[in-house]
């Protein structure tokens, strides 16, 4: 985690992790608000009711309820919404058929990100290398084949980690900012009556004037603020105030100076609006711009990719998803990680809607409503953590709630016109990953059930020990259990079948805490329970990866004696799901699904980083 301080060097590596997104959006939001299919006339009128409604949607959404409220509604330093709904679990842990219904709205907005980081890096890179048509027409049969190999350099560099990669994105993205800035500002000099449209009367003028048409430019002008939720999610890479730093500091002021010296320029010449951010440049800067905008937006991408690293490894630690490898990409820093297999999942589906929709102006009909769905049930969710957990009172929570969920619940509806022109894809992303994420939670509630026929309790081991009815060979035993309660399967296997068990027994239950990180000193409680038999239960944060081996060397037991890790022998159960349809767990198409899930998932060994030579893997056929 990182600490919350305010370094040069981690605002800048923020500004360029965290606010590509964003950053890359005048590419085309103002030109998909002001496309000719939404049938809106590109008056002087018109041009300053979209200028506004850009300048207070990123005011009232990023810069008020995201860096003054929801960043501060962190889990221990970690943010994003699967964060939230941990701060919720904590808050409702007596009241579970609430804590139930709020964490199912988590769960959903935890998936709908994952559709949105699909579509983020598809549609940045695509918007970017179009520009190339404008410096030769003749390119346009080459657009799709840049923008997948682009797209395949910017997924391959991932496993160097977060802090390599902003250190490089940094200064591009503060150099592209800077561009941005300097291109608005250079174009609202020559027309400076442009600025007039920060009144936000213009915004209400143009709902009257337009009608429902203005509801379609609303879907469009919502493309400004949708890295918002990433924004949130990235929160653990770098802490709220380098966050805070860089968008008051640097990007707000460049992203309105870019807005609205778009809008001077369509005020001159409303044929620009075919792409007004690239006539926004003189011809001699065309393919140098054409260039730092493909870079700008290979580091667009990279807010969603971090953040869906994160979404996963949470997901993984509260056992939403199957264990999964999950790299540690810096030594000193616990939030920056790389998930191989999301890396390459989410690179085949960017790859795959760029050829399948051919054009950012397409993309942009998919965009946007899994994000708005995703920011509505953060709004939902931040005000019972505001209510209950900071102490509000209700008028200010529901009051403050409730106007940020209306205006987005008019960005939602806008978008939802959009479902048919692609908006169903991340919907159905969304639904796929929510399904695979409520079947893998309770199928692991089911299978501990089950689990419970064979393990025993530890007062029958007790009893044998005592007895001295079987035999003690040197050694240490460290048995793999999920219920701190019970010996484990392979105990039980061992004490019957080969009447012999280790000198020194330790039953090790791994416990994740619905807080990001535990601090060493907590790590772990020891219950010695006698005859050489102990109880370990090992403590870890939903962002940390256990380590078994190296918790267990800094272990006391008896008398300050600490194991020695030379002679200890892992046992793991490895189980073997039968789905049976028996009407007591879910139906067996959803257990066939979790036994698919069980047997692609990570080994327990592995994920424990236990050492390969002294596991011993214990299979057991369980019937769900």
Known sequence: MKKDGLKAGLVLSALGVVYGDIGTSPLYALKESLHHTHGVALSEANIFGVLSLIFWSLILIISLKYHLLILKADNKGEGGILALT????????????????????GLFGTALLYGDGMITPAISVLSAVEGLELVQPGLHPFIIPITVVILIGLFSVQKHGTSAVGKVFGPITLAWFLILGLLGLNKIISNPHVLVALNPQYALDFFVMNGMKSFFVLGSVFLVVTGGEAL???????GRHPIDAAWFSCVLPCLILNYFGQGALLLENPAAVKNPFYFLAPDWALVPLVIMATLATVIASQALITG???????AVQLQYFPRTQISHT???????????????????????????????????????????????????????????????????????????????????????????????????VGAIIFLLMTTWKRGRQILSERMLNYVIPVS??????????ILRNPGVAVYMAGQPGFAPPALNLNMHHYKALHELLLIVTVKTEEVPYVDNDNRSTVTDVGFGLYKIRLHYGFMEVPDVPAALSKVQLREGHKINMSQVTYFVGQEHLKAKDNNQGMAVWRERLFALMSRNSQAASNFFNLPPNQVVSVGLMVEL
């Open 308 to 314: 869906v690293f994160s979404l996963t490894m949470q």
């Open 330 to 428: 810096s030594e000193t820093e616990f939030g920056q990680i790389y998930v191989a297999i999301m890396n390459t999942l989410l690179m085949i589906c960017c790859i795959a809607l760029v050829i399948a929709f051919g054009s950012s102006s397409a993309l942009a009909s998919a965009y946007g409503i899994a994000v708005t769905m995703t920011m509505l049930i953060t709004t939902f969710l931040f005000y019972f953590v505001a209510r209950f957990s900071w102490g509000w009172s209700n008028w200010i929570a529901l009051s403050l709630c409730g106007f940020f969920g209306a205006v987005e619940l008019c960005f939602f509806g806008a978008n939802l016109l959009k479902v048919i022109h692609g908006g169903w894809f991340p919907i159905v």
């Open 460 to 469: 029958e081991i007790l009893s044998v020990l005592a007895d001295k009815q």
């Open 86 to 105: 941990a701060l919720i679990t904590n808050i409702f842990k007596k009241d579970p058929k609430r804590l139930k219904f709020l964490t199912m709205f």
């Open 232 to 238: 949130y999610s990235d929160l653990g890479h770098f």
